[in-house]
């Protein structure tokens, strides 16, 4: 067959697939709660649109003349995994101990990291798939709109040229495990461009082949690499195969050396499928598979169900804000707007929707765990190597996941704490000297747990393992899973108590049991030594250690009456929960100290609010339950504020969560502000600065936290509902006991609300103290008692609906 006639078969098998029709329409009016759209392409990475199906991402550009979309796949990683850098042993940890308590930082600053981390770290950073462009035979354009639509997930682009509107459509499919893009233009024969396929060099060196296959394919292959790490034979990682497969309808497809070139088509479908040999040997074949398959389904077919997979998940909740004359403008202007002080209230609407795209889109069973920067990434070697920080970044990611009703998207977390406790077991037992398993700071997709850092104020951090299994703990108490509870979380959970059985040690000066050597996270303090002032930071029992450590156990001894399980475990988990040193302690201006001891802070306003965590997220201290703790803890923040912390994007929303549970409503919001205005990149991206997606995620965390809270116990309505929210509604959000939630407001006032039991039990819930009218389906007022902090308890049914009112 020649290749003219080729080509014709091609364009045949297309035309058939892509029935009906392939007409291009005006762009539709896009909703302001879930759409974000602009006048103009982008100009730079942090204005281009993201997608992705969890595992496979783009950020699509929308450029006219030249398109770009650069890929990502969530394995595409460095290195190898690997235990050889595990170092230290239990005698050298009760050495420097010793040193600690005798006030020797010094001597322990000095070695503590040559004995258990590594000098240098290793360079072993998520990477970037590469990037796929295309050049238009047109550079101008009139009418242009670009838009990723997040009730879909669709991103598109569409403008008019010489009369001929030219529309591009592109998402990434979670059931097809595929990208496509489809490209129309309103007149037959006006569509021509350029595809070219690339990848970054590593440092000089290059990572992929690139070559056509058949008349219509580019493929690309390598194997990650990263020069520059201590090992070189380090830095190889995983071998990828990328595929990128052209159908068009009508028109001329050629071959342009490692490039195709598409003339006069009246529309093209681009298939782009990758794999790495993280997930299967057969990462070729199942990309090839996959190709094949989202051909033989055709554009519609691929869209609707990519549309309803992601719709299954992004329609369970929606939030509701009043809207101005701002509200209907492009998202960078309006987002300007919102940074100069305009009142748009339902820009926090649209920002707690995109927080749930982007967790939907970055998160999905079966993935990776979304890191430091989702799965978007443009980088050989990424800020921060794009890793996994545990030290709260990692967690934050995971914040808003039971809140927003998409329990199901901490899959891959839980899986990947499985991964660290397998290696965290070898750890703990040769270098620590303890049962249990033990995890550090950071670590990458190989689930590593040696300890990466040069210096200890910020690599000198081993409670990220009780940080972590408190989410198997929350999901449990959102969903009442006990299979879950007894078959997951217990074995887990037994283990990280085990751990801290071994690695606690008693304070000399009252007896209590204490962490260490340890850090206040990225933190340090000023000592005097030899008649100066000097920085140190590991010390014994840090407040956010004892913290972590004390909430684990009290879970633990929670989740054992749970299960009715008592035997030697839960008796000594008692004996050192009663034993342990308090992580909640005052100093003498009223301020919850950050370390054992009162010492001086070498940076005021820090970053990390480590000594906070007992606030958010953890739950030992409540303006109604504890004042006293409460009012600690707003000191510490403000004295933190006057010294100009929270000026990161995730510290900023951290803060938000903060003053949310402190039901401080104004100031809650007031920060949320700052994020927008200091934080926020023109697509929505949080900003470190660079970008790092857990602050978009801790920010849609704490906009539930504003609307509705359960941690004390109890369902609280409306606890930080700030005034420039006067009216608005929120369905289906999450609170723990199993229930979901609507709330509606009006004028700052409760209106009503819905919740819709899973299993029977008492249920108890607040309103500002309030009186409520509680109604069951059939509109027959419930029974119920109150309490003297003003919760009402009744007894709730399983799948039963209840409605709850302010009483006149």
């Not at 539709?28 to 759409?35: E, G, K, R, S």
């Not at 009186?771 to 919760?791: H, P």
């Amino acid at each position: 067959m020649s290749t003219a006639s080729k080509r014709n078969v091609l364009s045949l098998i297309a035309a058939f697939l892509l029935s009906p029709s392939i007409a291009v329409s005006e762009p539709a009016a896009h909703d302001p709660a879930h759409a974000i759209w602009f006048e103009q392409p982008a100009l730079n990475w942090d204005q281009a649109l993201p997608i992705g199906n969890g595992r496979l991402g783009a950020m699509i550009f929308g450029g006219i003349g030249h398109e770009r979309l650069q890929l990502n796949e969530d394995s595409m990683w460095a290195g190898q995994s690997t235990d050889r850098f595990n170092r230290g042993s239990k005698v050298k940890l009760d050495a420097y101990r010793e040193s600690l308590f005798n006030g020797d930082h010094a001597s322990v600053e000095q070695g503590i990291m040559r004995e258990f981390s590594i000098n240098q770290t290793p360079v072993r950073s998520h990477q970037t798939l590469g990037d796929l462009f295309l050049t238009f035979d047109h550079a101008e354009a009139s009418h242009f709109h670009r838009a990723l639509d997040l009730r879909t997930a669709v991103a598109s682009v569409n403008y008019m040229h010489d009369g001929v509107r030219f529309q591009r459509e592109t998402f990434s499919s979670q059931p097809d495990q595929i990208l496509a893009s489809r490209l129309t233009a309103s007149e037959p024969g006006t569509l021509s461009f350029t595809l070219r396929l690339s990848r970054p060099e590593d440092n000089g060196i290059p990572t992929a082949t690139t070559q056509v296959v058949g008349s219509n394919t580019l493929v690309q292959s390598g194997q990650v690499t990263q020069v520059g790490g201590i090992d070189p034979n380090d830095g190889a990682g995983v071998r990828f195969f990328n595929q990128v497969t052209l159908l068009p309808i009508g028109g001329v497809l050629k071959k342009l050396g490692k490039n195709l070139r598409v003339e006069n088509a009246d529309s093209v479908i681009i298939y782009i499928a990758a794999n790495t040999d993280f997930y299967t040997p057969d990462y070729v074949g199942r990309t090839r598979a996959q190709i094949n398959t989202a051909i033989s389904k055709g554009w519609d077919a691929l869209k609707r169900a990519h549309i309803a997979d992601y719709q299954a998940l992004y329609h369970r909740s929606v939030l509701t804000l009043e809207r101005t004359e701002n509200t209907s403008l492009p998202t960078d202007i309006r987002l300007q707007g919102v940074q100069q002080g305009a009142p748009d209230p339902a820009f926090s609407a649209l920002y707690y929707h995109y927080g749930r795209y982007l967790l939907i889109s970055s998160s999905r069973v079966g993935s990776q765990p979304a890191n430091l920067q989702g799965i978007w990434n443009r980088h050989i070697r990424a800020p921060w190597n794009a890793d996994y920080h545990l030290n709260i970044n990692l967690q934050m990611n995971y914040w808003p996941a039971d809140l927003v009703n998409l329990s199901e998207l901490q899959r891959p977390l839980f899986e990947f704490i499985k991964r660290l406790a397998v290696r965290g077991r070898k750890r703990a037992r040769e270098n620590f000297g303890a049962r249990g398993w033990v995890s550090p700071h950071a670590t990458d997709i190989w689930a590593d747990v040696w300890t990466r850092a040069a210096r200890p104020y910020w690599g000198l951090s081993h409670n990220s393992n009780a940080w972590l299994v408190s989410h198997l703990v929350e999901s449990y108490r959102f969903s009442g899973d006990e299979a879950f509870l007894r078959d997951e979380v217990y074995p887990l959970l037994q283990e990280v108590c085990e751990f801290y059985f071994d690695w606690l040690v008693p304070h000399p000066q009252n007896g209590l049991l204490v962490s260490g050597p340890a850090v206040s996270p990225e933190n340090r303090f000023l000592v005097e030594e030899a008649g100066e002032l000097v920085e140190r930071s590991t010390t014994m029992g840090p407040a956010m250690d004892q913290q972590v450590i004390g909430q684990l156990f009290k879970s633990t001894l929670e989740v054992l009456d749970q299960l009715a399980i008592t035997n030697n475990f839960s008796e000594e988990l008692k004996h050192k929960y009663r034993q342990l040193s308090p992580g909640i302690r005052l100093d003498e201006n009223g301020r919850i100290m950050e370390w054992f001891y009162a010492y001086r802070e070498a940076e005021p306003g820090h970053r990390h609010i480590s000594h906070l965590y007992a606030l958010y997220p953890g739950s030992e201290i409540h303006p109604l339950l504890t004042p006293e703790f409460a009012d600690a803890a707003r000191k510490t923040i403000e004295h933190r504020l006057e010294h100009g912390g929270a000026a990161t994007g995730w510290s900023r929303a951290w803060m938000i969560n903060f003053m949310a549970r402190l039901h401080d409503g104004e100031a809650a919001k007031r920060h949320l502000d700052v994020l927008y205005q200091r934080s926020t990149s023109s697509n929505l991206f949080d900003l470190h600065p660079p970008f790092q997606i857990d602050g978009n995620f801790g920010a849609t965390a704490a906009i539930v936290e504003m609307l509705l809270q359960s941690h004390a116990g109890y369902i609280d309505l409306l606890p930080a509902l700030p005034s420039d929210w006067a009216s608005g509604a929120v369905h289906g959000i999450k609170a723990r006991s199993g229930y979901e939630v609507d709330v509606s407001w009006r004028n700052g006032q409760l209106a009503y609300s819905t919740l819709r039991a899973r299993k029977d039990g008492l249920c108890r819930v607040r309103y500002q103290g309030r009186e409520l009218v509680i109604t069951d389906e059939q509109g027959r007022e419930v029974s119920a008692s109150k309490n003297e902090y003003g919760i009402f308890v009744f007894d709730a049914r399983a799948e039963t609906e209840y409605q709850l009112t302010t009483k006149i």
